[in-house]
């Protein structure tokens, strides 16, 4: 039985490392994706339930067309941030946001921001959404709303939550905030845990050319 010879040992060493490392990032690459989805995906599953739970929930429009939705929460610095930014740069090229605060069931929220996110669903105006959030400022009506009526609102969000979060663990992404939903032609996408480079995304997507 013939064995081969390495001639030249110092060049195979090399192609042997370059073929070890290209294996380990590629193995990397696939642990990321399957722990830590990152990133915008296309809604594959339950597509059809999106729409629906979207139109149903407490947003508030910073258009009366919008085509942008956000879903927040108050103690949630990023969604802030995203929120602004999305509100700006997304306005410019004449696209609307619609955000959704809510006070999710795991989180705790105090009584003073609960009010806010009630009354932010009570009345689905725009200008209580800015004056409420990111911190309540004048023309926030956070006493508006009795306990009770508080309460319902909070529920009313949740379960709006409850139907996106579905959509969202149908198509193996984690639930985190801030998430967005968008339209790029026929097809939904969405993006959990939302960041800067998620908007460059989005704006391609819905105001291409603009």
């Known amino acids: 039985m013939a064995h081969a010879v390495v001639t030249r040992p110092m060049l195979f060493s ?6 070890v490392l290209a294996f380990a990032a590629a193995g990397w690459s696939l642990w990321r994706a399957q722990t830590d989805v990152a990133g915008w995906q ?20 910073s258009e009366r067309a919008a085509g942008v939705w956000i879903v927040s929460t108050p103690d949630c610095a990023a969604c802030a941030a995203l929120e602004a930014q999305a509100i700006r740069d997304l306005a ?3 696209v609307g946001v619609r955000v959704m605060m809510l006070a999710p069931r795991d989180a705790t929220t105090d009584d003073a921001t609960r009010a806010r996110v009630a009354v932010v669903a009570a009345r689905q105006d725009w200008l209580v959404y800015r004056a409420c959030f990111p911190k309540a400022q004048s023309g926030c009506e956070a006493g508006a709303l009795d306990p009770e009526a508080i309460d319902g609102y909070i529920e009313w969000g949740r379960a709006t939550q409850d139907r996106i979060g579905a959509v969202v663990a149908a198509n193996d992404a984690p639930l985190r905030f ?15 845990g939302a960041d800067a480079a998620d908007l460059r995304q989005i704006a391609r997507d819905v105001a291409p050319g603009a």
């Open 178 to 192: 801030p998430m967005v939903f968008w339209r790029a032609g026929r097809e939904w996408r969405f993006a959990t």
């Open 14 to 19: 090399g192609v042997l490392a370059l073929a």
């Open 42 to 61: 296309v809604v594959a599953v339950d597509r059809a339930a999106l729409p629906d739970a979207l139109a149903d929930g407490p947003f508030v429009a």
């Open 92 to 94: 410019e090229r004449g």
